[in-house]
């Protein structure tokens, strides 16, 4: 089905006003075009624009790339950015931003639970739950915030002091002293191996697409673009 046809003419008109919104937020509120230089793909651009038309928040994917740039005063809550260093996407790089979903909350608060650091750090929470119960007389509810306070709360408020907060990821590549950003992306995380490597070679090839064709300077670097 071609774009511009009549089955098609809402989400023409949808894109359309998702990408005006997307520029107008770049160039008006943080100087996108000054700050960046043209260090960014449409691939990137396309991955905000789908963003907006899903309802999510961009501002803060655009505030962490200001942050790697220098540009922003505020502080990150989320990791350090960190360099691939096998696979496809060997010598790029990727900066977490906190997407603030129920998806990073789970990612964040309870995938850490299944870990043997988890599993102990949450029977401590317990623990201590069950002796403050039992002195002074709780009710269930009562005993309830305190647990989810020790296990949830006291957790997220740690990792965002530490500034160790995972997220989806910004994947970029550093050339000639400067950033590229390259893709917006899902974390993929450990697990199936074959449902891993797919969603890399997806990533991969996503970004090759595009940015071998955009910056020819590549060629010869990282092995995605030799």
Not at 32 to 58: H, Q
Not at 118 to 137: D, L
Request: charged fraction near 25%; glycine fraction near 6%; hydrophobic fraction near 35%.
């Amino acid at each position: 089905m071609q774009l511009g046809t009549k089955e098609n003419t809402n989400s023409d008109r949808e894109f359309r006003d998702a990408f005006a919104a997307v520029q107008n937020l770049l160039l008006t509120k943080y100087a996108w075009d000054e700050r960046l230089s043209g260090r960014f793909s449409v691939n990137l651009i396309i991955g905000l624009v789908d963003r907006v038309l899903n309802n999510k928040n961009i501002g803060r994917i655009i505030e962490e790339i200001l942050y790697l740039e220098g540009c922003l005063d505020r502080k990150t809550i989320t990791k350090a950015e960190s360099k691939f260093n096998h696979g496809l996407l060997d010598g790029l790089y990727h900066k977490h931003y906190n997407a603030a979903d129920m998806k990073s909350l789970y990612f964040n608060l309870v995938e850490p639970l299944k870990t043997k650091t988890g599993e102990r750090r949450f029977a401590e929470a317990f623990k201590s739950t069950q002796n403050q119960f039992e002195r002074n007389n709780w009710d269930n509810l009562k005993a309830a915030k305190y647990l989810t306070n020790q296990v949830f709360i006291k957790q997220l408020k740690n990792l965002e002091y530490q500034k160790k907060v995972t997220g989806e990821w910004i994947v970029y590549h550093k050339h000639n002293g400067g950033n590229y950003y390259l893709a917006i992306a899902e974390h993929i995380n450990d697990g199936d191996i074959n449902y891993k490597n797919e969603k890399y070679e997806i990533l991969a090839k996503q970004i090759q697409s595009f940015c071998s064709l955009e910056f020819p300077e590549f060629s010869g670097g990282v092995p995605l673009f030799r």
